[in-house]
């Protein structure tokens, strides 16, 4: 989505979100694959996944929500790319919560 690719920092809320979504292995798995391409079609997503389109798009659907990830229709098509400026500030607020705990 256009106009969001800059962000500092992540709110409490946002920081949870990305973490619970990171901590399923079949999220992580899905993400992983979304960010090996630019953009990594839904298409090819259901047939790599080895579940249901149902359960990737539930997936999805998390990592949507936790702004992981954006998603553009073309047609009848979905695409997704990963939004590496949130993994970038999501890490960020990790190490700084990690490195106060570890300064204490």
């Known amino acids: 989505m256009p106009g969001r690719k800059t962000q500092a920092a992540l709110t409490a809320k946002q920081f949870q979100a990305v973490a619970k979504a990171l901590a399923d292995p079949r999220r992580m798995a899905l993400l992983e694959s979304i960010g090996s391409e630019r953009e990594y079609s839904c298409q090819k997503l259901c047939s ?7 359960t990737v798009s539930h997936h999805v659907r998390e990592l949507l929500e936790a702004g992981l990830i954006d998603e553009r229709r073309e047609g009848q098509y979905m695409f997704y790319e990963v939004r590496r400026e949130v993994l970038a500030a999501y ?7 990690v490195s106060r705990l570890s300064d204490g």
């Not at 790599?48 to 149902?54: F, L, M, R």
């Not at 890490?91 to 919560?97: G, P, Q």
């Open 48 to 54: 790599v996944a080895g579940v249901t389109k149902g």
């Open 91 to 97: 890490t960020a607020e990790l190490m700084r919560r």
